[in-house]
């Protein structure tokens, strides 16, 4: 077995050989990671200041856009630092900081959409109980249960990860810290005790998709039965982006923390990376304004009152 060594920093991978390609790249990074900043924030104001939007679904949604806006923060801005310096250097604390907030903020993003499913099926399945089911204080509960589940989560696996010897060198195959890869560096099979714990979240996760998609079995079979066809345009708008966002990270995560090192290549993990790290917290914002009319009324009035108070200053 290789003599496990003190490690200081870690080098993260390279996205680009030449200089303009890193540039390009960091110009790609900024326009998502500011259109990300634009949409989350817009939903962030535009619920909090309209008082028709002080609802279950909205509240959830406000969760949400804080999450979006602490996992992208968490990934580009470092990843947009290494390709506008040229360099690829992370230190032994910041990659720790990394991988808690991204187990962190990915864990309770997706207990939220769990939350979001169980908030739909109530509000479409069983309607006249919505308010008793769905009052402030169990909204408040199942928040809390969303960010302390995640945070809980990530203290385990963190301290878990980086309690671990290292023996194969510092290099990591990927443009963010990821346990799995943290994982291929160290010593003999003392990961295996990390990868176990994997596994058990893996289960667990699975277990909510599982729910997630029985809710929306009962919700489809609901909507199917509404006389109405604008009622039911109304209610798959809602609930087909928040299925979309939920199979995208659940596919997308379970394959990047426990596909087999077989099939593994930099390329590959770079793309699940992006596409569950990234990808979400820059399109949700997109996904769930596009079709919600009140939210879209409420952005719209938020602007026009930004745009009177700025004239009269």
């Not at 109530?122 to 249960?145: D, F, T, W």
Request: with cysteine.
């Amino acid at each position: 077995m290789p003599n496990s060594s003190i490690v200081s920093e870690f080098l993260l991978l390279a996205l680009a050989d030449t200089r303009e390609l890193q540039l390009l790249h960091f110009a790609l990074f900024l326009g998502i990671y500011l259109a990300a900043l634009l949409g989350n924030g817009l939903i962030l104001s535009a619920v909090a200041c309209h008082h028709r939007l002080h609802t279950p679904m909205y509240f959830f949604l406000l969760n949400l856009a804080l999450l979006d806006l602490g996992c992208i923060s968490t990934t580009l801005p470092k990843a947009m630092a290494n390709a506008l310096w040229d360099t690829r250097a992370i230190s032994y604390q910041g990659c720790a900081a990394q991988v808690f907030l991204l187990v962190f903020l990915v864990g309770a993003e997706y207990s939220l959409l769990t939350a979001m499913a169980y908030d739909r099926y109530v509000a479409i399945c069983k309607p006249l109980h919505y308010g008793s089911l769905l009052g402030s204080r169990a909204c408040a509960q199942m928040a809390a249960a969303a960010w302390g589940s995640g945070f809980l989560n990530a203290v385990l696996h963190t301290a878990n990860t980086f309690s671990l010897p290292l023996c194969q060198g510092n290099a990591v195959d990927q443009f963010v810290c990821e346990i799995p890869q943290i994982l291929k560096l160290s010593c003999s099979n003392a990961y295996l005790r990390e990868a176990g714990l994997l596994v058990g979240s893996a289960c667990l996760a699975f277990g909510c998709f599982v729910f997630i998609v029985l809710s929306y079995v009962h919700i489809f079979r609901a909507v199917l039965r509404m006389p109405f066809e604008q009622c039911r345009h109304k209610a798959f708008s809602t609930c087909l982006p928040h299925l979309a966002v939920v199979s995208l990270m659940v596919s997308t995560g379970i394959f990047a923390y426990l596909k087999p090192n077989s099939i593994s290549s930099p390329s590959l993990d770079l793309v699940v990376s992006l596409l569950y790290s990234v990808v979400p917290p820059a399109l949700n914002p997109f996904i769930y304004s596009m079709r919600n009319q009140e939210l879209k009324d409420a952005v719209r009035k938020l602007f026009l009152y930004v745009l009177i108070k700025h004239q009269y200053c």
